[in-house]
Structure formats: C-alpha cells, structure tokens
C-alpha cells in the first residue's frame, strides 16, 4: 500500500491550523510556536498514515477513528514531554476530534490505473 500524499499533507494542514487556533484559547496549547506546531502536525501525519498502512481501515469513518486516537495521543504526550505542559484532556479530545473531522469531511480520490479514463456522464 502507498502513502497518500495530498491525505499526508492535508492531515498535517489540519493539525497545524487546529492547534494554531486553539493556542489562543486552550493555555496548554499556547506554548505551541510555529515550529513545534510543523513538528506536531507532521507527527500525528506520519504515524496516522503509518498505523493505517498496518490496520488497512475499510471506510473513511474507520481512518477518521485511527486519526482521532493518533492525534489525540501525539498532541498529548508531546505537550507532555517536549514543552514540559500538561495540556487539559478535554482540550486536546476536542482537537483531535476536529482533525479527524477535517480529515472525514475531504473525500479520498484514487488514482486511475495505466489506461482508464475517468467517465463524465453529461446529463441535459
């Protein structure tokens, strides 16, 4: 199975503009900068498209669950370790709750294979 990358990117996106947002209201996340939030996002990208490729989700309310744990767990623990914060439980619940939102709301596309078109079905 191959790594998604527009899904990577979009993943990385979210979670950066998320937290970004809750920095300003969450005081566990306002030790965020710019660079820790790069760090945080492309974490919680990486280790989410690495958990999918293992558990191989059927749908895309499943990926958005194993999105949901993954960030939640991610943000968490590094708050926890690398800013010396203990960010509230609820706070970080709800941003991984609107990652994975972000992530169910963007439709995924699957390349075309060697040879097919897409159909456009033109209706009067």
């Known amino acids: 199975m191959k790594i998604n990358w527009i899904r990577l ?8 503009v998320v937290l970004f ?6 005081p566990g996340f306002s030790g965020l ?3 820790r ?10 280790i989410s498209s690495l958990v999918e490729m293992a558990v191989k989700p059927g749908s895309p309310r499943d990926r958005s669950i194993i999105l949901f744990l993954v960030s939640a767990v991610v943000v968490y623990l590094y708050s926890l370790v ?3 914060v203990r960010p509230p ?19 995924e596309k699957h390349p075309l294979a060697e040879g097919e078109r ?7």
Do not use: K, W
């Not at 947002?21 to 969450?26: K, Q, S, T």
């Not at 897409?118 to 009067?124: L, R």
């Open 37 to 46: 939030l790069a760090v945080v996002s492309l974490l919680t990208a990486v």
């Open 118 to 124: 897409e159909e456009v079905h033109n209706t009067p």
């Open 89 to 107: 439980v609820v706070s970080t619940l709800l941003a991984a709750a609107l990652i994975a939102g972000v992530d169910l709301v963007y439709p």
């Open 9 to 16: 990117v979009i993943r990385a996106a979210a979670t950066f």
């Open 82 to 84: 690398m800013i010396n």
């Open 21 to 26: 947002l809750l920095g300003y209201i969450v």
């Open 33 to 35: 900068t710019i660079g």
